[in-house]
């Protein structure tokens, strides 16, 4: 079983930042993408950002240009660059990941169990 240890959220001030990060602890034979999202209270769970296997991004619009998501695929580890933090980002994060556990397995969805970040204004 994959499990994702999320760390670095917290409160912070609007125009500060924070870097999260997200380790997929347990035997990987692979991870193809690797994503985060975020869930504001009353709202959907919504992707934030993502990269693939090949290191290729995707953001959502309202975080490109402050946002950076990267990965270390020798520590199966996914990291989120967040900076210029506006109240509006104040929500769960939570990591995602798309993973084989042998080379035979299906690709499955694994989620972390989310960290909270706060953006005062």
């Known amino acids: 079983q994959v499990q994702l240890v999320e760390s670095g959220g917290g409160l912070v001030q609007a125009g500060e930042s924070l870097r999260l990060s997200c380790v997929a602890s347990?035997?990987?034979?692979?991870?193809?993408?690797m994503n985060w999202y975020r869930q504001a209270p009353g709202n959907e769970r919504k992707l934030v950002a993502a990269?693939?296997?090949?290191?290729?991004?995707n953001y959502a619009d309202s975080v490109k240009g402050r946002f950076t998501i990267s990965r270390d695929n020798a520590k199966n580890t996914v990291y989120l660059q967040m900076t210029s933090l506006k109240p509006e980002d104040t929500a769960v994060y939570y990591c995602?990941?798309?993973?084989?556990?042998?080379?035979?397995?299906?690709?499955?969805?694994?989620w972390g169990q989310g960290t909270q970040v706060t953006v005062s204004s």
């Open positions: 995602n990941v798309e993973a084989q556990t042998s080379w035979y397995g299906a690709i499955r969805v694994y």
């Open positions: 347990a035997a990987i034979y692979s991870i193809s993408t």
């Open positions: 990269i693939t296997s090949g290191g290729s991004t």
